[in-house]
């Protein structure tokens, strides 16, 4: 959705008027570019040149591949642009074991980017499995399905919440060989319901903490 370099500085102004001091590049998903970029590597090396004051660049990884680029090329972006941001972002997943075995995979490979693990938020189940399917995170997908309850959730029509994802992650969360110091929720505009449940959330694990 970036023209060219003209219009990158231009956004790129406009970030430092506002004082903005991080931000995430994904590739985006439109079926033609708006002009010359193709990639997001093209967007980080150009804004590299123009030079820029933000401290934080995020970048998307995806644990379970993507629809249209392959493992060994999504490994060498990441590689690519590691030089140029400070943290990945993981595409949703409901599986914690992939997003750990990915994450000792990419570590292996000489990835050391700070990982914010892509946290689906509080959503209606037709809503979540529709869009998971569009993303191409089907095989963790599968492994919700056989979450005790689900089914009653799709009858009743129950919310979901990643509890039982981060329950899994949990014990992970200090290891220093994967490096997870953070979470970046998925609200699917829903900003209200997915915060209530951080705050009730992190209450209740920092009590489980302090309690042993």
């Known amino acids: 959705m970036i023209r060219d370099k003209g219009h990158l500085k231009d956004i790129l102004d406009r970030l430092e008027d506002l004082e903005v001091e991080s931000i995430f590049v994904p590739a985006g998903d439109a079926r033609e570019p708006l002009g010359q970029y193709t990639d997001s590597l093209q967007v980080l090396k150009d804004m590299a040149e123009i030079g820029h004051n933000i401290k934080d660049t995020g970048v998307a990884a995806y ?15 990441l590689k690519e642009k590691q030089q140029f941001a400070s943290y990945l972002v993981t595409q949703m997943c409901f599986d914690p074991l992939t997003l ?11 990835i050391n980017l700070s990982t914010r693990i892509g946290l689906p938020g509080v959503a209606e189940m ?32 129950k919310p979901y919440q990643p509890d039982a994802l981060l329950d899994g992650l949990l014990p992970h969360l200090n290891d220093p060989d994967i490096d997870i110091p953070r979470f970046h929720f ?14 009730e959330t992190h209450a209740r694990i920092t009590l489980n903490k302090t309690s042993r």
């Open 126 to 157: 037709g809503k979540l499995v529709s869009l998971s399917f569009q993303i191409g995170v089907g095989q963790s997908l599968k492994l919700l399905r056989k979450q005790k309850g689900l089914l009653k959730k799709f009858i009743t029509a």
């Open 100 to 110: 750990v075995n990915w994450l000792k995979d990419i570590r292996k490979a000489g």
């Open 186 to 199: 998925f609200s699917f505009n829903d900003v209200e319901r997915t915060e209530k449940w951080r705050a």
């Open 63 to 77: 644990p379970e591949g993507h629809p249209f680029v392959s493992d060994q090329q999504l490994m060498w972006y």
